[in-house]
């Protein structure tokens, strides 16, 4: 089954390369948006086990390319705006706790890193849309990471890693991938003290940059409208 794996491939190149091929599929459309990643023909087609698609395939659902289906199996991302909505207002509450919990917690290791991945995404000029949607991914993992609540952390890494997988695949440009890389500065504000915004504020107009309507099943958007329509 390992006819593929050079003599002098280290077993964590090979399967770098075969998450790499199988995320080549996905960007390409190869696979196509919703299809099912089936582990029998995958193996087939490059000519690997079943476990070690598994392992590929457990390794791109971590960056939200891929979604697994209790009882159904793996799957290729695809969202509609209902259920990016419907994440995004879940992330405003458990993103806003995370800001707290660096705040409260803040120290020189989170400054030196947060103000680093900032910097190489205010850098970010042009290139793979789906390299810098995971630059984005990684800044807000350093913040789940450093809030200190591993169960908040596995929440939130659950949730939204697919969100910033499908916006890349969707076909975003240079100028909008940009904008949104560029917008991370005031969440780090937010963290060191520096901000006027609340967490809650702070969070919302983040999602507002990259996302329609970010807060539309949360309670947020009922008091607004309860609050414009008080009959």
């Not at 390992?2 to 280290?10: H, L, M, Q, Y």
């Not at 490059?46 to 070690?52: H, L």
């Not at 949607?133 to 993992?141: I, P, Q, S, T």
């Not at 890494?157 to 940009?178: C, E, K, Q, V, Y």
Request: charged share 25%; with cysteine.
């Amino acid at each position: 089954m390992n006819e593929a794996r050079s003599k002098n491939t280290t077993p964590a190149e090979f399967k770098s390369s075969l998450v790499e091929k199988i995320r080549d599929g996905i960007v390409s459309q190869k696979y196509k948006a919703g299809a099912r990643l089936n582990e029998a023909s995958l193996s087939r087609e490059f000519s690997v086990s079943r476990i070690q698609v598994r392992e590929a395939l457990m390794q791109l659902e971590e960056h939200g390319l891929a979604v697994s289906q209790p009882r159904r199996g793996m799957f290729v991302n695809n969202l509609s705006e209902v259920d990016t909505q419907q994440i995004n207002s879940v992330r405003l509450v458990l993103e806003a706790e995370a800001l707290k919990l660096c705040r409260a917690r803040i120290s020189a290791e989170m400054t030196r890193t947060l103000n680093g991945l900032v910097t190489a995404m205010e850098k970010w000029q042009s290139g793979s849309p789906l390299e810098a949607a995971e630059l984005d991914l990684k800044f807000h993992r350093a913040i789940w990471y450093f809030g200190g609540n591993r169960y908040l952390e596995k929440a939130l890494n659950t949730l939204a890693p697919i969100l910033f997988a499908h916006r890349a695949l969707d076909g975003i440009s240079d100028d909008r991938m940009r904008w949104i890389l560029n917008h991370h500065r005031s969440l780090l504000n937010v963290i060191e003290g520096s901000s006027p915004e609340s967490p809650e504020e702070a969070i919302l107009a983040h999602l507002r940059a990259g996302y329609k309507d970010p807060d539309r099943f949360s309670s947020m958007a009922l008091e607004n409208r309860a609050a414009a329509d008080p009959a």
